[in-house]
Nanobody
């Protein structure tokens, strides 16, 4: 059974960095595309970045140049490196797996979700 466990969230000052991890079990990361979502109360869950089977990546305009997605097949994990963090980056970040060749930054009924990790960007 596919399971995703996120970690790495926390409190960071504006301009700081965090690296979120998504450890995958039940399958190899090379068989799925992965999407990182950002959620704040009262708003729809937003895809901020994703990585496809061929390791190509896509990013939302709001995070381009600041966030980087990567994967490690040896550790069977996907990562979200977040730099130059802003207060508006605050929220819960979810990792999701999609059984497709090329990822897209949208939610869907076929996604497998992790439990989320909280990020707070505040002075």
């Amino acid at each position: 059974q596919l399971q995703l466990v996120e970690s790495g969230g926390g409190l960071v000052q504006p301009g700081g960095s965090l690296k979120l991890s998504c450890v995958v079990s039940g399958t190899a990361v090379g068989y799925y595309s992965f999407i990182w979502f950002h959620e704040v109360p009262g708003k729809e869950r937003e895809g901020v970045g994703c990585i496809s089977l061929d390791a190509s990546t896509e990013y939302a305009d709001s995070v381009k140049g600041r966030f980087t997605i990567s994967r490690d097949t040896a550790k069977n994990a996907v990562y979200l490196q977040m730099d130059s963090l802003k207060p508006e980056d605050t929220g819960v970040y979810y990792c999701a797996a999609d059984y497709v060749r090329y990822c897209i930054l949208t939610t869907g009924d076929n996604l497998h979700w992790g439990q989320g990790t909280q990020v707070i960007v505040s002075a």
